[in-house]
């Protein structure tokens, strides 16, 4: 099956700094990936939508200057969390998806921000 | 609004007994209706996918679609302690571009 992977696993990180998360897919050319973010015992909520070579597509109430994505080549897209706060503190889980319909998740990152 | 509702459970089953897990869902143009299992701590993963009225059987899981009801669920056979997960419902637009997830059911399998 596709594997996806993501990295870091895990990431602690200081208020006001930045952090960067790498969704790659290992055996397939993503043409779309996508972003989400769990918080705990809460369901997926999808961040952004991004296609290779053009600008992500974001939900209704994400900020696109806080979450930075880019999805440079069609086995990597990236997020940046700016100047993260302690409410950011999240799971947060790319998916990626090739020409078919379904899409493989990322192990996913957790975030926390101290 | 797009909506899709699933009772959050848990849904508690005894090993070997048959789980049903059901969603509803509110845009009629969903096409392709796809079910993930999520471990406690884990990224979903793909269990299988229906975009045809009817079953569809895949080892011990059935899916089952009505799309005149707005209805889909997931059936699992021979339940197994491994399978207590969160279940989760994800019907996809008709542009094939995203999906939406519903909350999910918390499934456990008691041994």
């Known amino acids: 099956g596709a594997v996806v992977s993501q990295h870091p696993s895990w990431v602690i990180c200081k208020s006001g700094t930045s952090v960067k998360i790498e969704c790659r897919s290992l055996?397939?050319?993503?043409?779309?990936m996508f972003w989400y973010r769990q918080f705990p015992k809460q369901s997926l909520m999808l961040m952004a939508t991004s296609n290779e070579g053009s600008k992500a597509t974001y939900e209704q109430g994400v900020e696109k200057d806080k979450f930075l994505i880019n999805h440079a080549s069609l086995t990597l897209s990236t997020l940046t969390v700016t100047s993260a706060h302690p409410e950011d503190s999240s799971f947060y889980i790319c998916?990626?998806?090739?020409?078919?319909?379904?899409?493989?998740f990322g192990p996913g990152t957790r975030l926390t921000v101290t | 609004q797009k909506e899709v509702e699933q009772n959050s459970g848990p849904l508690s089953v005894p090993e070997g007994a048959i789980a049903s897990l059901n969603c509803t869902y509110s845009?009629?143009?969903?096409?392709?209706f796809f079910w993930y299992r999520q471990y406690s701590g884990k990224s979903p993963e793909l269990i299988m996918f229906i975009y045809s009225n009817g079953d569809k059987e895949d080892g011990r899981f059935t899916a089952q679609l009505n799309k005149a009801s707005q209805y889909v669920s997931l059936l699992i056979r021979d339940s197994q302690p491994s399978d207590s997960a969160t279940y989760l419902c994800a019907p996809q637009d008709n542009y094939g571009q995203n999906f939406v997830f519903g909350p999910g059911t918390r499934l456990s399998v008691l041994p």
């Open positions: 845009d009629r143009g969903s096409q392709s």
């Open positions: 998916s990626a998806r090739e020409d078919r319909y379904e899409q493989y």
């Open positions: 055996d397939f050319q993503a043409t779309t």
